[in-house]
């Protein structure tokens, strides 16, 4: 549904990237940057543009705020090597020495003109200056990757820039040009204070037309579209299009409140942007450091359905439920189960699972907290040192392989035993769960989302380590109508709860 990418592929083929962006919580202070040091400075009401309102509140014109945000506003063109695919460039490597087609694929390669193996591909985002001297923020996935980054002003003058820090999880990255002379920085504002129905306006370089301005209205707040663990966005219906990612959306007082950086495919009206809030806290660390340390608790969450909160006999569906628990981790040393739901971490409430990583992230390495979960029907507290969190790991894509059972059974699940081999595939110990060889289309389990290559590892909060096992855990809750599954799929473990229809 929601499309992703690299800007410079999505301004050179007419589709918007979509980051994968991960939002931290902020607070009410904007930043710019004193003596090359990112420091926060107060957003005073009294800064920015006053807002010039018509009767009935729509703006009367937008031109006062686009002549004094305009300077602000970059282009950022950007380079980068890709491998050529097609066999002008993937040559006869294919065909080992003892292919029939061997000597033949040879001697065709040899009398084709070799072109180049590597290209240059160009692409263009947007971005905006946070410091006269030439720091500008902008989305991580317009220079990804890119060998060579320029940066246009308002003026027209390009100056070539230095990625000075990345954060994929936010796609937020900070880049630098050494300017001739003192730039034009933006006022960073306070996006909490934004309220659904308010005017923003858009600046950037959509589809290369560059200094384009757009304006519409916040029509949502705090969305969650699926683009990674901190998801948390400013929806608007102010135009964007392909090259606007990483430029600022503005209120009516000149202020930066968000950072264009999604839309969904071939809609009408509907762009997200990162909170500026949310990305204030970020900034010091990559000006300082290029990367973002954020806090670690070693727990993979999910959502409290309905049907899992009856599972664990629970009065309602507030919380994060922990699905699985790193080993070695700081909610392992704590104590931390599988199966607790977490409803307060250092004192903060947590009434829904998006609101924990957030929570964890902001909060400082090292620091003790209280984490208070549910149990066994009881509360408890339970005290957690933050870890920080370590490198993002590629999640390996495992598929299931060899004969399955053929009865599946009424709940739609076809069960294997694990042998070494299928163990070492599917990450898990020999001996620990049982494969999901196969999922019946419609059945209970296929509705509750279990897919083939799953292992479970739980029935109903009871280990299990075979098919025997397994069915003889079912076969106890026959009668109930209902089984709730503990599994592992990949790197990461989730409850599944099934129901007869």
Do not use: C
């Not at 705020?65 to 300077?71: F, K, N, W």
């Not at 608007?236 to 209120?251: E, K, R, V």
């Amino acid at each position: 549904m929601w499309q992703r990418g690299k800007q410079w592929a999505a301004a050179r083929q007419g589709v918007l990237a979509v980051a994968a962006a991960a939002l931290l919580v902020g607070g009410g202070l904007g930043f710019g940057l004193a003596g090359g040091r990112i420091a926060p400075v107060v957003a005073r009401a009294e800064t920015g543009v006053p807002a010039v309102a018509a009767p009935g509140g729509a703006p009367g014109s937008f031109a006062d705020l686009v002549q004094q945000v305009g300077p602000s506003v970059v282009n950022i063109k950007v380079t980068k090597v890709e491998k050529m695919i097609g066999p002008n460039a993937m040559g006869p490597e294919g065909f080992g020495p003892d292919s029939p087609f061997g000597d033949f694929m040879q001697k065709f390669f040899n009398q084709m003109p070799q072109g180049p193996r590597e290209q240059r591909q160009q692409g263009a985002g947007s971005g905006f200056i946070i410091s006269k001297d030439g720091y500008i923020v902008t989305n991580n996935h317009v220079v990804d990757g890119a060998q060579e980054v320029t940066v246009t002003l308002a003026d027209k003058k390009e100056y070539p820039a230095k990625v000075i820090g990345r954060d994929p999880k936010t796609d937020i990255a900070l880049v630098k040009i050494d300017p001739r002379e003192p730039l034009t920085a933006a006022t960073l504002g306070d996006s909490d204070r934004l309220r659904v129905g308010d005017w923003v306006v858009a600046v950037g370089n959509p589809f290369g037309l560059s200094n384009t301005v757009t304006a519409g209205i916040v029509s949502a707040k705090d969305r969650v579209i699926g683009a990674g663990p901190y998801d948390d966005f400013i929806q608007t219906d102010a135009p964007i299009n392909p090259g606007n990612s990483g430029g600022p959306l503005f209120n009516l007082r000149g202020e930066v409140v968000g950072i264009n950086t999604a839309i969904i495919p071939n809609g009408q009206g509907i762009g997200f942007a990162v909170a500026v809030n949310q990305a204030k806290a970020l900034l010091p660390q990559l000006e300082t450091t290029g990367e973002v340390a954020r806090g670690y608790l070693g727990v993979t969450v999910q959502s409290l359905t309905p049907e899992l909160a009856k599972g664990l006999q629970l009065k309602d569906t507030k919380g994060a439920l922990v699905a699985g628990v790193t080993k070695g981790g700081p909610a392992e040393a704590a104590g931390i189960k599988a199966g607790d739901v977490i409803v307060s971490f250092d004192s903060k409430d947590v009434t829904e699972t998006k609101t924990l990583p957030a929570l964890v992230a902001a909060a400082p390495i090292d620091k003790t907290v209280p984490v208070k979960v549910l149990r066994n029907g009881g509360e408890q507290t339970l005290t957690v040192k933050v870890g920080r969190m370590p490198g993002e790991r590629a999640e390996a894509s495992r598929q299931a392989s060899g004969p399955a059972e053929p009865d599946q059974g009424k709940w739609g699940l076809a069960l294997r035993d694990m042998d070494a081999q299928l163990a070492q595939r599917a990450g898990v110990a020999p001996g620990e769960g049982v494969l999901v060889a196969a999922v019946k289309p419609d059945s209970a389990a296929e509705r509750a989302g279990v897919h083939a290559g799953d292992v479970i590892l739980e029935v109903n909060r009871h280990k299990v380590t075979s098919v025997a096992d397994t069915q003889a855990e079912v076969k106890k809750q026959e009668a109930g109508g209902s089984l709730l599954l503990l599994l592992r799929r990949g790197d990461a473990s989730l409850f599944a709860a099934l129901q007869q229809k």
